[in-house]
Protein backbone atom coordinates (compact mmCIF):
# COMPACT_ATOMS: atom_id res chain seq x y z
CA UNK A 1 0.00 0.00 0.00
CA UNK A 2 1.49 3.19 -1.16
CA UNK A 3 2.74 5.61 1.96
CA UNK A 4 3.88 8.84 2.91
CA UNK A 5 7.73 8.88 4.08
CA UNK A 6 8.99 11.14 6.51
CA UNK A 7 12.95 12.02 7.68
CA UNK A 8 14.50 11.92 9.90
CA UNK A 9 12.06 9.53 12.07
CA UNK A 10 13.94 11.59 15.32
CA UNK A 11 15.94 15.73 14.95
CA UNK A 12 17.39 17.01 17.78
CA UNK A 13 18.64 20.50 17.29
CA UNK A 14 19.51 23.78 19.67
CA UNK A 15 17.21 26.43 20.01
CA UNK A 16 18.01 29.43 17.50
CA UNK A 17 18.98 26.66 14.66
CA UNK A 18 17.18 26.18 11.71
CA UNK A 19 15.51 22.17 10.50
CA UNK A 20 14.10 21.27 7.43
CA UNK A 21 11.97 18.38 7.98
CA UNK A 22 11.13 16.06 4.68
CA UNK A 23 8.18 14.32 3.59
CA UNK A 24 7.92 11.92 0.53
CA UNK A 25 3.68 12.27 -0.20
CA UNK A 26 2.01 9.55 -2.10
CA UNK A 27 3.00 9.80 -6.14
CA UNK A 28 -0.08 10.87 -7.31
CA UNK A 29 -1.92 12.70 -4.55
CA UNK A 30 -2.24 16.58 -5.82
CA UNK A 31 -2.77 17.81 -1.99
CA UNK A 32 -0.02 18.10 0.78
CA UNK A 33 -0.32 18.47 4.16
CA UNK A 34 1.62 19.03 7.55
CA UNK A 35 0.39 18.79 11.23
CA UNK A 36 1.74 18.51 14.56
CA UNK A 37 1.07 17.17 17.73
CA UNK A 38 2.83 18.64 20.97
CA UNK A 39 3.01 15.86 23.16
CA UNK A 40 0.23 14.87 25.05
CA UNK A 41 -2.11 17.58 23.32
CA UNK A 42 -4.46 17.42 20.05
CA UNK A 43 -3.12 17.25 16.64
CA UNK A 44 -2.88 20.66 15.11
CA UNK A 45 -3.56 21.93 11.65
CA UNK A 46 -0.41 23.81 9.74
CA UNK A 47 -0.58 24.47 6.24
CA UNK A 48 -2.33 23.07 3.14
CA UNK A 49 -0.69 23.31 -0.42
CA UNK A 50 -1.90 22.72 -3.42
CA UNK A 51 -0.77 23.87 -7.43
CA UNK A 52 2.82 24.69 -5.92
CA UNK A 53 1.63 27.36 -3.40
CA UNK A 54 0.07 27.56 -0.06
CA UNK A 55 -3.97 27.17 -0.05
CA UNK A 56 -4.31 27.44 3.87
CA UNK A 57 -2.56 27.83 6.92
CA UNK A 58 -3.29 28.21 10.81
CA UNK A 59 -2.47 30.97 12.82
CA UNK A 60 0.97 28.53 14.11
CA UNK A 61 2.04 28.90 10.82
CA UNK A 62 3.73 32.49 10.59
CA UNK A 63 6.51 33.82 9.18
CA UNK A 64 9.02 30.98 11.01
CA UNK A 65 7.68 28.67 8.89
CA UNK A 66 7.53 28.02 5.40
CA UNK A 67 6.68 24.96 2.90
CA UNK A 68 8.43 23.91 -0.43
CA UNK A 69 8.01 21.23 -3.05
CA UNK A 70 11.59 21.86 -4.71
CA UNK A 71 10.99 18.99 -6.97
CA UNK A 72 8.59 16.52 -7.78
CA UNK A 73 8.57 14.34 -5.00
CA UNK A 74 9.73 15.88 -1.81
CA UNK A 75 7.70 18.41 0.44
CA UNK A 76 9.76 19.98 2.87
CA UNK A 77 9.22 22.20 6.17
CA UNK A 78 11.74 24.56 7.26
CA UNK A 79 11.44 25.55 10.89
CA UNK A 80 13.52 29.10 10.73
CA UNK A 81 15.37 29.72 14.31
CA UNK A 82 13.43 27.30 16.51
CA UNK A 83 12.56 27.95 19.90
CA UNK A 84 11.73 25.09 22.92
CA UNK A 85 7.96 25.26 22.34
CA UNK A 86 8.27 24.08 18.26
CA UNK A 87 9.71 20.85 19.93
CA UNK A 88 6.36 18.23 18.84
CA UNK A 89 6.15 15.14 16.76
CA UNK A 90 5.10 16.52 12.81
CA UNK A 91 3.32 15.13 10.40
CA UNK A 92 3.24 15.32 6.74
CA UNK A 93 -0.27 14.28 4.96
CA UNK A 94 -1.32 13.71 1.28
CA UNK A 95 -4.50 12.99 -0.28
CA UNK A 96 -5.73 12.50 -3.89
CA UNK A 97 -7.87 15.41 -3.18
CA UNK A 98 -8.93 17.97 -1.46
CA UNK A 99 -11.80 19.20 0.79
CA UNK A 100 -15.42 17.93 -0.14
CA UNK A 101 -14.06 15.07 -1.92
CA UNK A 102 -14.59 12.54 0.91
CA UNK A 103 -11.21 10.98 0.99
CA UNK A 104 -9.22 10.55 3.80
CA UNK A 105 -5.91 11.42 4.42
CA UNK A 106 -2.48 9.41 4.29
CA UNK A 107 -0.51 10.54 6.87
CA UNK A 108 3.33 9.94 7.37
CA UNK A 109 4.79 8.67 10.59
CA UNK A 110 6.18 11.65 11.85
CA UNK A 111 9.10 13.49 12.71
CA UNK A 112 9.88 14.04 16.18
CA UNK A 113 12.04 17.32 17.01
CA UNK A 114 13.49 18.07 20.06
CA UNK A 115 14.76 21.87 20.76
CA UNK A 116 16.85 21.74 23.05
CA UNK B 1 -14.11 25.68 18.88
CA UNK B 2 -15.10 23.69 16.11
CA UNK B 3 -12.78 20.52 17.09
CA UNK B 4 -14.02 17.14 17.81
CA UNK B 5 -14.98 16.47 21.21
CA UNK B 6 -13.71 12.46 22.34
CA UNK B 7 -15.27 10.39 25.05
CA UNK B 8 -14.44 8.45 27.14
CA UNK B 9 -10.58 10.18 27.13
CA UNK B 10 -9.51 7.04 28.22
CA UNK B 11 -11.08 3.13 28.04
CA UNK B 12 -9.88 -0.21 29.32
CA UNK B 13 -11.60 -3.30 28.02
CA UNK B 14 -11.24 -7.00 28.10
CA UNK B 15 -9.68 -8.78 24.88
CA UNK B 16 -12.90 -9.72 23.10
CA UNK B 17 -15.33 -6.98 24.43
CA UNK B 18 -16.43 -4.64 22.26
CA UNK B 19 -15.15 -1.16 22.42
CA UNK B 20 -17.55 2.43 21.85
CA UNK B 21 -15.75 5.71 21.59
CA UNK B 22 -17.67 9.09 21.40
CA UNK B 23 -16.96 12.18 19.11
CA UNK B 24 -18.88 15.33 19.43
CA UNK B 25 -18.85 18.65 17.61
CA UNK B 26 -20.32 22.19 17.48
CA UNK B 27 -20.44 22.96 13.38
CA UNK B 28 -21.49 21.81 10.03
CA UNK B 29 -19.36 19.15 8.95
CA UNK B 30 -18.36 17.94 5.13
CA UNK B 31 -17.15 14.65 6.70
CA UNK B 32 -15.74 12.88 9.68
CA UNK B 33 -12.95 10.63 10.35
CA UNK B 34 -11.63 8.33 12.36
CA UNK B 35 -8.06 7.51 12.89
CA UNK B 36 -6.08 5.63 15.13
CA UNK B 37 -2.41 6.64 16.68
CA UNK B 38 0.10 4.16 17.99
CA UNK B 39 2.07 5.20 20.99
CA UNK B 40 4.36 7.77 19.11
CA UNK B 41 3.60 6.83 15.58
CA UNK B 42 1.60 8.08 13.05
CA UNK B 43 -2.09 8.15 12.43
CA UNK B 44 -3.82 5.53 10.93
CA UNK B 45 -7.15 6.71 8.53
CA UNK B 46 -10.09 4.58 9.77
CA UNK B 47 -12.52 5.30 8.39
CA UNK B 48 -14.36 8.26 6.68
CA UNK B 49 -18.46 8.99 7.09
CA UNK B 50 -19.81 11.74 4.80
CA UNK B 51 -22.51 13.93 6.64
CA UNK B 52 -25.08 12.55 4.85
CA UNK B 53 -24.47 9.68 5.85
CA UNK B 54 -25.41 7.55 9.14
CA UNK B 55 -23.88 4.55 9.17
CA UNK B 56 -20.69 3.11 7.92
CA UNK B 57 -18.76 -0.09 8.39
CA UNK B 58 -15.36 -1.60 7.72
CA UNK B 59 -14.45 -4.97 8.99
CA UNK B 60 -14.73 -4.80 13.15
CA UNK B 61 -15.47 -1.14 12.72
CA UNK B 62 -18.93 0.52 12.36
CA UNK B 63 -19.36 4.36 12.84
CA UNK B 64 -22.60 6.09 13.17
CA UNK B 65 -22.60 9.50 12.60
CA UNK B 66 -25.90 11.72 13.97
CA UNK B 67 -26.16 15.48 12.61
CA UNK B 68 -29.11 16.45 14.56
CA UNK B 69 -26.93 15.80 17.74
CA UNK B 70 -23.35 16.94 16.25
CA UNK B 71 -22.11 13.63 17.32
CA UNK B 72 -20.19 10.19 15.91
CA UNK B 73 -19.22 6.61 17.90
CA UNK B 74 -16.92 4.56 16.44
CA UNK B 75 -17.49 0.93 17.76
CA UNK B 76 -14.70 -2.11 17.81
CA UNK B 77 -15.90 -5.01 18.08
CA UNK B 78 -14.51 -8.54 19.21
CA UNK B 79 -11.17 -6.15 19.89
CA UNK B 80 -7.74 -7.60 20.27
CA UNK B 81 -4.57 -6.55 22.15
CA UNK B 82 -3.76 -5.11 19.11
CA UNK B 83 -6.16 -2.60 19.27
CA UNK B 84 -4.64 -0.93 21.89
CA UNK B 85 -3.75 2.68 20.48
CA UNK B 86 -5.44 6.28 21.23
CA UNK B 87 -8.16 7.26 18.40
CA UNK B 88 -9.06 10.17 17.36
CA UNK B 89 -11.97 11.82 15.29
CA UNK B 90 -11.33 14.65 12.73
CA UNK B 91 -13.86 16.95 11.24
CA UNK B 92 -13.74 18.39 7.88
CA UNK B 93 -15.82 21.63 7.06
CA UNK B 94 -17.00 23.02 4.26
CA UNK B 95 -15.31 25.31 2.67
CA UNK B 96 -12.00 24.49 4.26
CA UNK B 97 -9.40 22.06 3.63
CA UNK B 98 -7.43 21.33 7.35
CA UNK B 99 -8.86 18.15 9.44
CA UNK B 100 -9.52 19.37 12.78
CA UNK B 101 -8.88 16.62 15.64
CA UNK B 102 -10.30 16.00 18.87
CA UNK B 103 -8.04 14.86 21.94
CA UNK B 104 -8.50 11.52 21.65
CA UNK B 105 -9.85 8.72 23.42
CA UNK B 106 -6.97 6.27 25.22
CA UNK B 107 -8.30 2.82 24.57
CA UNK B 108 -6.36 -0.24 26.28
CA UNK B 109 -7.04 -4.09 25.62
CA UNK B 110 -6.27 -6.14 28.58
CA UNK B 111 -5.24 -9.56 27.07
Known amino acids: EPEVTQTPSHQVTQMGQEVILRCVPI?????FYWYRQILGQKVEFLVS????????KSEIFDDQFSVERPDGSNFTLKIRSTKLEDSAMYFC??????????????FGSGTRLTVV | SQQGEEDPQALSIQEGENATMNCSYKTSINNLQWYRQNSGRGLVHLILIRSNEREKHSGRLRVTLDTSKKSSSLLITASRAADTASYFC???????????FGTGTRLTIIP
Open chain 1, 27 to 31: SNHLY
Open chain 1, 49 to 56: FYNNEISE
Open chain 1, 93 to 106: ASSERGTGTNYGYT
Open chain 2, 90 to 100: AILNFGNEKLT
